[in-house]
């Protein structure tokens, strides 16, 4: 049974930075596309970024695009979010995800999930 654990979440000012990180039970990352998502109260999860079991492909949702980066260590079997330039509005359970394809993270058709981290931005 794969694990994705999650770590790396806070409490941070608007403006601050956070890196989440995944770290996978086993050679998940270098078979499996590695993607986060994320939950704020009241709304449905939603796509954040994705990248291919080779790290050469990256996608993210508009409106992180130009402040969070997605990358992927698979010597380490980890995947990692950088989060610059935080607002409010990203506060949010953030979960690290696992599928077969980069197209099938973008639905949230999973093979597996992560427990989720919390990310707070403060204004």
């Known amino acids: 049974q794969v694990q994705l654990i999650e770590s790396g979440g806070g409490l941070v000012q608007a403006g601050g930075s956070l890196r989440l990180s995944c770290a996978a039970s086993e050679r998940t990352s270098s078979r499996h596309a590695m993607g986060w998502l994320r939950q704020a109260p009241g709304k449905e999860r939603e796509f954040v970024a994705v990248?291919?079991?080779?790290?050469?492909?990256?996608y993210y949702a508009d409106g992180v695009k130009a402040r969070f980066r997605i990358s992927k260590d698979n010597a380490k079997n980890a995947v990692y979010l950088q989060m610059n330039n935080l607002k409010p509005e990203d506060t949010a359970v953030y979960y690290c995800?696992?599928?077969?394809?980069?197209?099938?993270?973008?639905?949230?058709?999973?093979?597996?999930w992560g427990q989720g981290t919390q990310v707070t931005v403060s204004s």
């Open positions: 990248v291919d079991w080779s790290g050469a492909s990256r």
């Open positions: 995800a696992a599928a077969e394809r980069t197209s099938d993270v973008q639905i949230k058709r999973i093979n597996y």
